[in-house]
């Protein structure tokens, strides 16, 4: 059999390698981190601090429609609740509650899901799908944290978490670091490797280690 996410040959019976359903359970403890985050970019030109602001015609919204529209209903959470809805169901158990503010339904949710991982890459059907679609909830919610001033991106993760599945988070510095670790997958990116990944090479970095 293969995974049915990145069709690598696997050993055991199984939905998912253990590249995959490792990107996913990172990534499921990532995005509520992500959520709130992206509670300080709401406000318009927030999260940009690397050139003079543009001049505009008419006055800007009062927050950032983007960003808003991944923290509210139908963004990050309705997309977590829904897979753990289907996972559910999948198991012959009720629906799951959504109780309280989205802030804790994301951080119900994500945990639901991270819980039950282990039957997840084993038997879930719709375990491939979840895991692209929560790759790409976590790319687009990384999109969405701009660097602060005094902030540089480098460029993207190009930790290879196995399987084909590149990890792909965006690499931020502060001005004087000495080191970039990234904060999806954990690898470490020393400054000679800088140059490499500004350039979008795909490969592992000589010295990078996760």
């Known amino acids: ?51 003079p602001v543009a001049l505009v015609r008419e006055a800007p919204l009062p927050v950032r429609v983007d960003v808003l529209t991944m923290r509210a209903e139908g963004g990050m959470v309705s997309v977590l609740e829904s897979w753990r809805e289907a996972m559910q169901d999948a198991r012959g158990w009720g629906r799951p509650a959504r109780v309280g503010t989205i802030e804790r339904r994301v951080q119900a949710a994500a945990r639901g899901l991270r819980i039950n991982l282990d039957w997840i890459a084993a038997e879930f059907p719709g375990a491939a799908d979840m895991a692209r679609e929560i790759r790409h909830l976590a790319r687009q919610a990384n999109a969405l944290l701009d660097p602060a001033p005094g902030v540089l991106r480098v460029g993207d993760c190009a930790a290879d978490l196995g399987g084909g599945d590149i990890c792909g988070a965006p690499l931020r510095v502060p001005a004087g670091a000495a080191s970039i670790r990234c904060r999806l997958c954990g690898t470490d990116y020393p400054p000679h490797t800088w140059m490499t990944l500004a350039t979008g090479a795909w490969a592992p970095p000589t010295g990078a280690a996760a």
């Open 1 to 51: 059999m293969n995974c049915t996410a990145c069709t690598a040959p696997l050993t055991t019976s199984a939905q998912l390698c253990d590249a995959c359903a490792h990107g996913l359970d990172v990534r499921l403890d990532e995005l509520p981190v992500y959520y709130l985050l992206l509670a300080d970019r709401l406000q318009p030109g927030a999260a940009r601090g690397d050139g």
